[in-house]
């Protein structure tokens, strides 16, 4: 129990005059003898001490009444026991406010955000002045307490949303980290929030439970700034088939829709940017939502033909916004490039036949390929002009001069790419030698006979990962092997991508340069039957997984493995480089048209991009190449989840000593004075304060009244 005006329970002292008034006034009658009054006296005793009783009645009540108003005037203050430990120590107030992307939702004119920045204010605004506070809101960074509440006041009144959110429960465990580490002040936690159900998670609820535990001296306030309104269309993340197209390539693009509400089926439009970068809208479609009466669902579904060569970017958006715009806009980029130029060496022209075909069918006639193949001999490698082609592939090759070793080193240091499968040609004395291995992982040993079958253990490899959606259908043990090379000891730069059912390598790496190497201890291009020898395998025998096999290596040592040209807001953006693109500098192009001017090294086979915060699309140039390349940052689809908790689920779940809950803005500022003096008591004190003024008032008028 506390006093916010000690000085006025002084006036408790007044409770002197009734008394003194009560003995000055008291009458002594006189004595006078009657001896018929005999008993007349004995009644008059009687209620004499009746009446000595009723005055001492109202003399207490009196008495009370003024020491009751002192006390009331006073404004009496009650903490709970568990903010008793700093008693009197000022306060170290952390507000935590919800600025992910949800909490643009709009209702009645305002915004979540807006709701939570003018609780927060209020909460400021309510500290004593011997407090301090810091802010936190889910951009990263490291928390601490600012110099005076003025500065806090300002920091929340520039906050605005961010794409790029961590975790609310990440930031509510950093402020109550914050608060406990406040030795000589009382930790209070404010959080401002929507009670979304994606922010408040179980497993969020249980990291912030196990944070109080830890710091049982600090106490936290969930402030709701929600509403139970829900309504919302949104569209889900965009499906592409394809981010590199070939020209004549037709790209189609998805979209889930649902609707949470009431409302007519959405109207949903493709914009393509033009060489201008102005959005033209090239189609709509009215989406036929089905489903129960809280959420619809349904799927858009465009289709763009003819897309000619270079970087396209574009976005499906719901022509009419809602409550929640951030979900009514998804963006994406694709590439339309031309067929990758691959170099086919082998002992005849014949021997590359099957890998022509694998990845480069000649009944499609070039029309929308992935490879463009040229086919040489090994014999005249050396004079070929390896520069102009994207990768290098040698099918089984026999001996080589040291002058096409160098060459295709060469080559290697500078991005290309070069796959190397042994097979029947090779023999250990040459491919021992200084030039092969520069190339190969190690020194052959020794053919082995041991038959098995191609199984990768893992499809997380570059080469292997386009590999990884059909891993539970993919019949691997199609692809028989007979024979395969094995070497002596492995070089400490290489490494195994793809092993035999046996554990024996199949396909090893080596680190060579800027570019990429492959070796394989078995044909690729074996034939099912050579003329007159034993095949070493029979991968080719089966057109699946075959075909399969050689696209996905081909295309890692093309560097034309489908590219990653959507991320999310945060993400950091990887655009691979070929080698005519490396540049010095680039201008960064962002959503909103502004241009920033980046550097890079010569070197760099790929540009790290991690100025991704704003979703949109995104174009990097440079004039001094020719490099013109994109990618699209989008929102996370959890942010259109506004199911909320249940605010009892929460206080279950929580300690009840360190928890509370403020249904509004202004409950939240009655918890900062609580926090501050504790609860006021003013309001009982003067309620009890009437109830004995009425009961003197009626006591003595009926006392008075038989008298």
């Given at each position: 129990m506390g006093f916010l005006t000690p000085a006025l329970t002084l006036g408790a002292l007044a409770v002197a005059v009734p008394i003194v008034l009560h003995l000055v006034m008291r009458q002594r009658p006189r004595e006078l003898e009657f001896p018929a009054l005999r008993f007349v006296q004995q009644r008059r005793d009687s209620n004499?001490?009746?009446?000595?009783?009723?005055?001492?009645?109202?003399?207490?009540?009196?008495?009370?009444?003024?020491?009751?108003?002192?006390?009331?005037?006073?404004?009496?203050?009650?903490?709970?026991?568990?903010?008793?430990?700093?008693?009197?120590?000022?306060?170290?107030?952390?507000?935590?406010?919800?600025?992910?992307?949800?909490?643009?939702?709009?209702?009645?004119?305002?915004?979540?955000?807006?709701?939570?920045?003018?609780?927060?204010?209020?909460?400021?605004?309510?500290?004593?002045?011997?407090?301090?506070?810091?802010?936190?809101?889910?951009?990263?960074?490291?928390?601490?307490?600012?110099?005076?509440?003025?500065?806090?006041?300002?920091?929340?009144?520039?906050?605005?949303?961010?794409?790029?959110?961590?975790?609310?429960?990440?930031?509510?465990?950093?402020?109550i980290e914050l608060a406990a580490q406040q030795e000589n002040r009382r930790g209070q936690v404010f959080v401002f929030s929507d009670l979304s159900g994606a922010a408040l998670s179980n497993e969020a609820i249980t990291r912030i439970a196990a944070a109080l535990e830890e710091a049982p001296e600090v106490q936290l306030a969930l402030v709701d700034v929600g509403d139970d309104a829900d309504a919302n269309t949104a569209l889900g993340e965009a499906v592409l088939s394809a981010t590199v197209l070939r020209t004549g390539e037709p790209l189609r693009i998805s979209a889930p829709v649902s609707m949470t509400g009431p409302g007519e089926p959405p109207l949903v439009e493709l914009l393509l940017a033009d060489e201008s970068g102005e959005l033209i809208k090239r189609n709509q479609q009215i989406v036929e939502l089905a489903g129960g009466d809280a959420t619809r669902t349904g799927e858009v579904e465009f289709t763009l033909d003819d897309l000619p060569l270079g970087v396209h970017q574009g976005v499906v958006q719901l022509s009419s916004p809602d409550a929640l715009t951030i979900d009514n806009q998804r963006f994406f980029t694709v590439d339309v490039r031309p067929a990758a130029r691959v170099l086919l060496a082998a002992d005849a022209p014949t021997d590359a036949t099957l890998v022509r075909e694998a990845i480069s069918p000649s009944l499609l006639g070039g029309e929308g390929q992935r490879f463009e193949c040229e086919t040489v001999t090994a014999a005249t490698l050396r004079s070929?002009?390896?520069?102009?082609?994207?990768?290098?592939?040698l099918l089984d090759p026999p001996s080589l001069p040291p002058a096409a070793w160098d060459a295709l080193d060469t080559y290697l240091q500078q991005g290309g790419?070069?796959?190397?499968?042994?097979?029947?040609n090779a023999s250990s004395a040459p491919f021992n030698e200084a030039g092969p291995q520069k190339l190969l992982p190690g020194r052959l040993r020794r053919i082995s006979r041991d038959a098995t079958y191609l199984r990768p253990r893992r499809l997380d490899h570059p080469a292997?990962?386009?590999?990884?959606?059909?891993?539970?259908?993919?019949?691997?043990?199609?692809?028989?092997?007979?024979?395969?090379?094995?070497?002596?000891?492995?070089?400490?730069?290489?490494?195994?991508?793809?092993?035999?059912?046996?554990?024996?390598?199949?396909?090893?790496?080596?680190?060579?340069?800027?570019?990429?190497?492959?070796?394989?201890?078995?044909?690729?291009?074996?034939?099912?039957?050579?003329?007159?020898?034993?095949?070493?395998?029979?991968?080719?025998?089966?057109?699946?997984?075959?075909?399969?096999?050689?696209?996905?290596?081909?295309?890692?040592?093309?560097?034309?493995?489908?590219?990653?040209?959507?991320?999310?807001?945060g993400d950091t953006a990887t655009i691979p480089l070929a080698l005519d693109q490396r540049v010095t500098n680039y201008v960064l192009r962002l959503p909103d048209g502004q241009g920033l001017r980046r550097t890079a090294a010569v070197s760099d086979a790929a540009l790290s991009i991690s100025v991704t915060d704003d979703p949109g699309n995104y174009r990097v140039t440079s004039g001094s190449a020719q490099l013109d390349r994109g990618f699209s940052v989008n929102i996370p689809g959890e942010y259109s989840n506004l199911a909320r908790r249940d605010p009892a689920d929460l206080s279950a779940a929580l300690p009840a000593a360190q928890f509370q809950f403020a249904a509004t803005g202004v409950a939240a500022a009655e918890l900062v004075e609580a926090a501050a003096t504790g609860r006021e008591l003013y309001s009982w004190a003067i309620g009890l304060v009437a109830v004995v003024w009425g009961a003197e008032h009626l006591l003595a008028n009926r006392f008075y009244r038989r008298e």
């Open positions: 004499r001490r009746r009446m000595r009783l009723r005055h001492w009645l109202l003399l207490a009540l009196r008495c009370g009444l003024i020491v009751l108003l002192a006390l009331a005037l006073a404004r009496p203050t009650w903490r709970p026991p568990e903010a008793r430990g700093k008693a009197g120590a000022p306060i170290a107030a952390a507000l935590v406010i919800d600025n992910s992307p949800r909490m643009q939702y709009v209702a009645s004119g305002q915004s979540r955000l807006d709701a939570a920045v003018a609780a927060a204010t209020g909460v400021l605004q309510q500290l004593p002045g011997d407090a301090q506070a810091t802010v936190l809101d889910l951009t990263a960074g490291s928390p601490r307490f600012a110099l005076d509440v003025s500065s806090a006041v300002a920091r929340v009144e520039n906050l605005s949303s961010v794409a790029d959110a961590r975790e609310l429960a990440t930031a509510v465990v950093d402020a070929a002009p390896l520069e102009d082609y994207q990768a290098v592939l790419g070069v796959g190397v499968f042994l097979g029947h292997l990962a386009g590999m990884a959606e059909f891993a539970e259908s993919i019949p691997w043990s199609l692809c028989a092997t007979f024979r395969y090379w094995q070497f002596e000891e492995l070089s400490s730069d290489s490494h195994v991508v793809a092993a035999f059912a046996n554990g024996e390598p199949a396909i090893l790496q080596r680190a060579a340069g800027q570019g990429r190497l492959l070796v394989g201890v078995t044909p690729l291009g074996e034939p099912p039957s050579p003329r007159g020898r034993e095949p070493w395998n029979e991968w080719a025998r089966h057109a699946w997984p075959y075909v399969l096999i050689c696209d996905e290596l081909t295309g890692y040592l093309a560097r034309d493995a489908e590219t990653q040209l959507d991320y999310l807001a």
